[in-house]
């Protein structure tokens, strides 16, 4: 990057940055592939394949198979695309509705691709390298693979899907590489990000100008730099970090409607987080890439507090605030839903910035959520999630626990295949979350040092000083905490093994010897060609409290919450067994903390002495894991 240039935009944010050496990456990231689901995780991603991930298609078809890659490309002319929503006013302006259908499909293929890979589902496989070829013919020969007609590409001063519509069809694309290693698919990429390279050039184009009204499109359109951070990553070419560094510059210097993560207002530490809330979460991804890419200081400092002001906006679950904005509020418990959008593009954020930092509590962020709010978002019982959740929810009858809101239709709390009178957006991110997670769970150091950086059941496949090394780590984590490796290899290998300790671990129990070292356990021998060892961490029933005083129960990773029992109601159907369910209670009890609970852990739940508000008794309460329930009191 020209020295020159980034001072130029720093001065025009009236900041005095200065330039210096990109800063190192802690981890590296393994090729998407290298780690497989197992245990519960896979048979969870297996029934998610079978139900509404592997079927989306099917349950809204227009919205999928509409070609606006190729023949139905929008021009001057183009409608405004049905969509089959209500529009119940949460979304500003018709425009988006052009470029829609672009996000659903990709984000939904991104996530299909992804678990049919790891799943290793042979028709779901083909039906994936079927629709990559066909992506792949509505490339233009200067390298163009996007959504518009000659007359419109790269030529906007308003709303438009330029840049986010690549996202998220390059993002699929590249995991689709990493798995196959096809060299087509990759040179393709190549041509594509180039020809954006060309068409919005570094330092002499704004991309991110789109006038004064609300445009969600080009806010979306700042995440093209996870295309740009892999292919860093994969290449080691400077190029995609430099012009991942100048979309930031430009996105600061020039949009108008989405704000929060604009380094004027980030270094402004009175500045509440209010946006569209997805775009306030995705956004951490494009400064974490700029800091790293740049080195620059005040961007590390408005990385710290970036970070800063998301946990005020979290639930204690990792429920990242947002009924499609976050309107300056603090997390709370009852008040504030979270949506599935953005409890992804949070959880994928703080995947970026744990490879790139190595910093072992973000990895505690992750699983917070991942094993939380994620899992708490789903219907135990039914191929269905929620678009938007409440840590404590005590009706999912399209309301947030029952409120009425003026001159709003609210229909978001509630289970379904698809949300399509809301929009086909959760469910498609829903889809992705956890390959997305699975990805993450291991990482390398260097040569001869894996690092298990999320705790989860799976198989790794990868090498060591080029030997081929398969592990195999057999737990049902999170729901116990006890964990066998099993280290398969083609001969002995001497190598480092390091094992993140969570923070909630009271002791370590194994016979291997190991070293603490920045919060990861630390083995280092040499390995036998069929080797294994067992590490179990005990822990304790923590009462943790939120921003707000109210209590929360936890043990391990988990968060606990009394299930409230319910009666549930099938609303639109899309097909045999995908519905829409809401659900209502069939009592209204609540229970108030009180100091002396008498905890005790016992066959996977909580029991717990909590005061009845009903009769003022203190009554022992059983408390289950957060993410098998669907109505629940969390705090108390």
Known sequence: MKIKQFLIICLLLSYDISFAQSLNEKYHALPFGSIKPSGWLKEQMQKDLQGFVGNLDRLVPSLINDPIYGEGRMHKNSKEKDLGNSKSGDIEGSSQYMWWNSETQSNWWDGYMRNAFLLNDKAAIEKSRKHVYEILKTQDNDGYLGIYDKELRYNFNSENGELWAKATLYRGLLGYFEATQDTIVWKALQKAVANVMENY????????????????????????????????????????????????????????????????????????????????????????????????????????????????????????????????????????????????????????????????????????????????????????????????????????NGEVEPNRKQTRYKYSPAHQDVAVCCNPNAGKISPYFVKSAWMKQSDNTLVATLLCPNILETTINGIPVKIEEITEYPYKNEF?????????????????????????????????????????????????????????????????????????????????????????????????????????????FVENHKATYKNGNIIAQLKNLENNKIEPVTLIPFGKTVLRQTSF
């Not at 094992?499 to 920045?518: A, L, M, Q, Y």
């Open 201 to 400: 050039p570094i330092y002499k184009s704004h991309p991110f100008y789109s006038g004064d009204g609300f445009s969600g499109g080009v806010a979306h359109g700042l995440t093209f730099t996870d295309v740009l951070d892999r292919m860093y990553q994969l290449t080691n070419d400077k190029k995609y970090w430099e012009y991942a560094a100048f979309l930031y510059a430009d996105f600061s210097e020039n949009h108008t409607s989405e704000s929060d993560a604009q380094l004027n207002n980030i270094l402004d530490e009175k500045y509440l987080l209010r946006s569209h809330a997805v775009h306030t979460y995705e956004h951490l991804r494009p400064l974490i890439t700029a800091t790293y890419a740049t080195g620059n200081p005040q961007l590390e400092k408005a990385l710290k507090l970036y970070l800063t002001k998301i946990k005020k906006a979290t639930t204690m679950t990792g429920g990242a605030t947002g009924d499609e904005w976050i309107w300056k509020q603090i997390a709370d418990a009852t008040a504030t839903g979270y949506e599935y959008c953005s409890l992804h593009e949070l959880m994928d954020s703080y995947t970026s910035l744990l490879q790139k930092s190595g910093n072992a509590a973000i990895a505690d962020d992750i699983e917070n959520i991942f094993y939380n709010a994620a899992q708490g978002s789903r219907d135990p019982n039914h191929s269905a999630i929620a678009y938007l959740k409440t840590d404590n929810s005590f009706v999912m009858d399209g309301t947030k």
């Open 484 to 592: 066998k490796f099993k280290i398969t290899g083609e001969k002995a290998i001497g190598f480092k093994l390091k094992i993140r300790k969570p923070e909630w671990v009271k002791n370590i129990i194994t016979r291997e010897k190991f070293s603490i070292e920045d919060g990861y356990i630390v083995i280092e021998r040499e390995f036998q060609k069929n080797d294994e060892f067992s590490i179990n961490f005990t822990t304790y029933i923590a009462i943790k409290e939120d921003l707000n005083k109210e209590k929360y129960f936890k043990y391990g990773a988990i968060v606990y919450a009394k299930p409230i029992a319910s009666i549930s109601e099938i609303g639109k159907s899309y097909a045999d067994a995908f519905n829409d369910l809401t659900y209502k209670p069939k009592s209204n009890q609540r229970f108030k």
